[in-house]
């Protein structure tokens, strides 16, 4: 915050409580009298709902006054008066750090030792799995979902079908260093709509077989094969998909699969490394392996 900005933080809430203890002193000195109070009992409402202007009890008032002095030493005490920290020198950020603190004191050591062994070895491990599913939860259900079954465009990490692989050092690279696919938008080369129809078509039907006879084979065998492979199983280096094993990714639909070859799909992993640690990527290489195990 800039000192300005401080100072008028600190203006405002100042000239706010005063205000509230000007309000309550006031409203307080205008107490109405006995015949005041007796003459606003003409106000009849529904026969029998009277209007009195009774004074606020003694005890409400005070109730009001205490709150503003509450606020008065609370300010004094904890940050709230813009850059002011207040006198106990608590903090969020403080109190943050203590406890990332407190659990890298408790957990670490045991991150550590499970850090240093083989994936295989920790997916036999129930106590890391258990971790390596909590940190699932915590760092990756949002997009594979609480169960890694994925969701459309997010892949399930369950089954045995992988874009990247599914060895222990590509799951661990994938979650290390991100994947980002790159299918490219291939409107531009197909001469027709028609053209581009029948692509689909043929993409639809090619987990029952590569349909050698269709014009859009020859397509496929020149502008689809470096990525997705002569047979069409998908090569795991460029995280091209098999598009022989009717899982889609993407869906199945042929608006779908049009939408993909004409406008190209970008699917973003993105890069945990730096987020949760050397160790715990490998608990958690270990937790997706053993899911698909
Ligand atoms: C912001 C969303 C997002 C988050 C968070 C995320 N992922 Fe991913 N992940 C993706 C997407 C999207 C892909 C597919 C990338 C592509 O289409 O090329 C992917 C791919 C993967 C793959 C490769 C799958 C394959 O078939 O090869 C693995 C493994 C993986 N994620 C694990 C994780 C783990 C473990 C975490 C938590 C640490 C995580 N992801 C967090 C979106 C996410
Ligand atoms: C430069 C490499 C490359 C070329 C060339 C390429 N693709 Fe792809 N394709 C990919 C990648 C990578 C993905 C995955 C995108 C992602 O993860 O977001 C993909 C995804 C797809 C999908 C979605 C699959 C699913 O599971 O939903 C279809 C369909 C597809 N490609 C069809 C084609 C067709 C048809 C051609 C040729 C006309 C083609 N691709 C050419 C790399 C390529």
Known sequence: MSNSWSWYVILGTIVTLAACFWLVTYANRQRAS?????????????????????????????????????????LIYFPGMGDYGGMSGWSQEGQYAEEVAAAEARYGPIFAEYGAMEVTELARNPDALEIGASLFQNYCSQCHGSTAKGARGFPNLTDDDWLYGGMPAQ????????????????????????????????????????????????????????????????????????????????????????????????????ANGDLVGSDRARILAAYVYSLSQ
């Open 34 to 74: 006995a015949e005041e109070i007796k003459e606003s009992e003409s106000h009849v409402w529904d026969e029998n709902v009277r209007e009195l202007n009774n004074p606020l009890p003694m005890w409400w008032l005070w109730l009001f006054i205490l709150t503003i002095v509450w606020s008065a030493f609370y």
């Open 171 to 270: 799951i661990e690279q994938s979650i290390v260093s991100g994947r980002t696919g790159v299918m490219p938008p291939l409107a531009a080369v197909f001469a027709s709509d028609e053209a581009l129809d029948e692509m689909v078509r043929y993409v639809q039907a090619m987990p029952d077989g590569m349909d050698t006879t269709s014009p859009a084979h020859t397509q496929y065998m020149t502008l689809c094969i470096a990525c997705h492979g002569p047979t069409g199983a998908g090569v795991q280096a460029l995280g091209a998909p098999s598009l022989v094993d009717d899982i889609w990714l993407y869906g199945s639909s042929p608006a779908e699969i049009k939408r993909t070859i004409v406008e190209g799909r970008n699917g973003v992993m993105p």
